[in-house]
Structure formats: structure tokens, C-alpha cells
């Protein structure tokens, strides 16, 4: 029952980064200051790189140590997809969220339990990471819009 909670939750806030997605161009999502000075297309990875954690939490059934240094964490991630084109990051980013759902249908019931470190690790790495990211792209892209209309950018 937790599960299939989990996996709804997920599932709507996966369909609500996506659908953030939808209205940009390749081009668009290539231009910086979407959230500090990533693109959107840096965020992309971002993301499926800390998908990938969770998907590891869950197959191993315990958390990913604590990162000392997230931004350091954030910023290899980042270098090493940096020559990915749009097209091969949205990719990336499928098929790590096609890992992560995989693994919380074979996870147990009891790695779902609220408040548990492995729940809060996939919560933060999944539902509020996509609400977040979803946000700020949906706020930078009115704005870059508005930008472009007005002939500033």
C-alpha cells in the first residue's frame, strides 16, 4: 500500500517535470540561468543523477552515505555528461528514471515506510527534486520568454 503511494507520487511529479519540459526547444534548453548558471539541459542531468542514487538505495535496500559535499557531487556529475547534445541528456535522463521505476517495483514494501533514511533519500531524490526543478524551469522560462518578446534576448 505505502508502495503504490510512493510510486503515484512519483509518478505525478515525474509527469509534472516532464510536461516543464515540453514548451522548450533544444536551443532553449541549452541557454544558462536556469538555476544558478545550469541550463536546462544541466539540470536534466542533474536530476538523473540523483535518480541514480535513489535507484541505487533502493536495489542495495540502504541509503547512499550522506555526500559531504553535494555541489561537489553536483558539479562531476555535470562535467561528465558535458558533451551530451540535448537530445542524448533527455535519453539519459529516461532511461535513469526507467532504472529508478524498475527498482521501486522490485524493492520491498518495507523500504517504503515514511520517515525511514532510505524514504527520505528517495523522496528528496525524486518527488520534491522534480517539484523543485520543475518550478524553477517553469519560472526561468516565463521569463526568458518574455525576455525574448520584449527583444532582450
Known amino acids: 500500500m505505502i508502495k503504490e503511494q510512493v510510486r503515484a507520487a512519483v509518478d505525478d511529479s515525474w ?15 541549452e ?3 536556469v538555476c544558478g548558471e ?6 536534466m542531468t542533474h536530476v538523473a543523477a540523483w535518480e541514480t542514487r535513489a535507484t541505487a538505495a533502493l ?3 540502504i541509503p547512499s552515505p550522506d555526500l559531504e559535499d553535494p555541489d561537489a557531487f553536483d558539479e562531476t556529475e555535470r562535467r561528465r555528461q558535458v558533451d551530451m547534445d540535448v537530445a542524448e541528456t533527455s535519453t539519459y535522463l529516461d532511461t535513469s528514471h526507467r532504472a529508478l521505476r524498475d527498482a521501486i517495483e522490485a524493492a520491498p514494501e518495507e523500504l517504503f515506510i515514511s520517515g525511514s533514511p532510505l ?7 525524486t518527488v520534491l527534486h522534480y517539484d523543485e526543478h520543475a518550478d524553477g524551469i517553469r519560472v526561468w522560462y516565463a521569463l526568458y520568454r518574455r525576455a525574448r518578446a520584449s527583444g532582450g534576448g
Do not use: I
Not at 509534472?16 to 534548453?29: H, I, Q, V, W
Not at 545550469?38 to 539540470?43: F, G, L, N, T, Y
Not at 524514504?119 to 531524490?125: A, K
Open 15 to 29: 509527469r509534472s517535470f516532464k510536461r516543464a519540459l515540453e514548451p522548450l526547444t533544444s536551443a532553449d534548453m
Open 31 to 33: 541557454v544558462p540561468g
Open 38 to 43: 545550469w541550463s536546462v539541459k544541466e539540470v
Open 59 to 61: 536495489l542495495s535496500g
Open 119 to 125: 524514504r527520505r533519500q528517495l523522496d528528496y531524490g
